[in-house]
């Protein structure tokens, strides 16, 4: 049996000196007004830093001084992470994040040189995420609702909240992340569409499709029991405020259950299947790019799998040796 690594906390129980924590705080800072960067990406790659000065540190190199940094240390920065455990995945969000300090440091003068660009980036594995194939993405959204009469007033709430949720992930094909920042008012229910503020802050609107339109309107109905008073979110926990990443995917795994499903899915796994069966129904590759907010054709094409009976299909349709002439 394949062993389980515990996660991976590398260089985080030591203290930050002054100095590297202001050089730190200057970058968030650049990363906000002049990126755009989310707050999640800020958080993230707030935590990246602090690993590497806690690393730096030990070689008698500081953030503080941008000039005892070069491309040996980030090497060895990403080469402690791969033999500490660290996924590939998470080596290269880390790597970005130096290279992006590095660039901040060039751009206001205080290096010359981006030696960081220089460290290649780990070999990624690709794993497609796991989908739903059509049946059963009707079952998560429709299953769970036949029941809803014999629940309480409270769970009926929730419910609602719930397939509003996987409605639009699926409908519409949103991130987490972008779902769970919406507003009341960033849905526009008249026109079928919801603004969305994806990567980068790129703002783009949505379709929904008949069955979110009608979960939402369901959902909004429910929300005055749940919402604190004020709350703009459009998806709310128990307690009232804005619906956190951790208990959407609790949720979500509890709808798997209560439809019956063999697994539990992911909320990435429902923008997957939307991509999947668009694809599979004969939507081209830029169309899906567009509604999923991708900034390359590439990302695209990674995300997204089209099966071998379509491809099938578009070169026999398409190709003008794919059959014999008459």
Request: aromatic residues 6%; charged residues 30%; positive net charge.
């Amino acid at each position: 049996m394949k062993k389980t690594r515990a996660p991976i906390r590398v260089f985080l129980d030591e203290e930050l000196a002054a100095g590297e924590v202001e050089a730190i705080d200057a970058f968030l800072q650049w990363l906000d007004i002049q990126k755009g960067a989310s707050a999640a990406t800020r958080r993230a790659y707030g935590t990246d830093l602090r690993q590497f000065a806690q690393f730096l540190s030990r070689r008698g190199c500081a953030l503080a001084d941008p000039g005892s940094i070069g491309r040996r240390d980030v090497e060895s920065f990403v080469a402690e992470l791969f033999r500490a455990g660290e996924a590939k995945s998470s080596l290269a969000r880390k790597l970005a994040a130096v290279r992006t300090l590095f660039r901040f440091w060039v751009r206001t003068g205080l290096l010359e040189d981006n030696s960081a660009a220089r460290v290649p980036n780990p070999r990624q594995e690709q794993h497609a995420p796991r989908l739903l194939n059509v049946d059963e993405t009707f079952s998560l959204l429709d299953e769970p609702g036949k029941a809803a009469a014999a629940i309480s007033p409270g769970e009926h709430h929730l419910l609602c909240r719930d397939l509003a949720l996987a409605e639009l992930l699926y409908g519409s094909g949103l991130r987490i992340s972008e779902a769970l920042q919406l507003d009341v008012d960033d849905v526009r229910s008249d026109e079928q569409v919801v603004r969305v503020i994806g990567k980068g802050n790129k703002e783009r609107l949505a379709p929904m499709s008949d069955t979110s339109v009608r979960a939402l309107a369901a959902w909004l109905a429910e929300r005055p029991a749940v919402a604190d008073p004020g709350e703009s979110a459009l998806f709310v926990g128990a307690r009232g405020h804005r619906l956190n990443r951790r208990e959407a995917a609790r949720r979500l795994g509890l709808l798997c259950r209560k439809a019956g499903l063999d697994r539990t899915i992911s909320p990435h796994a429902l923008r997957h299947s939307f991509a999947t069966h668009l694809l599979d129904a004969g939507a081209d590759l830029r169309s899906v790019q567009e509604l999923l907010g991708h900034r390359r054709l590439s990302t695209t094409q990674r995300y997204t799998q089209v099966s071998l009976d379509r491809l099938m299909r578009v070169y026999d349709a398409a190709h003008p040796r794919a059959h014999e002439k008459k």
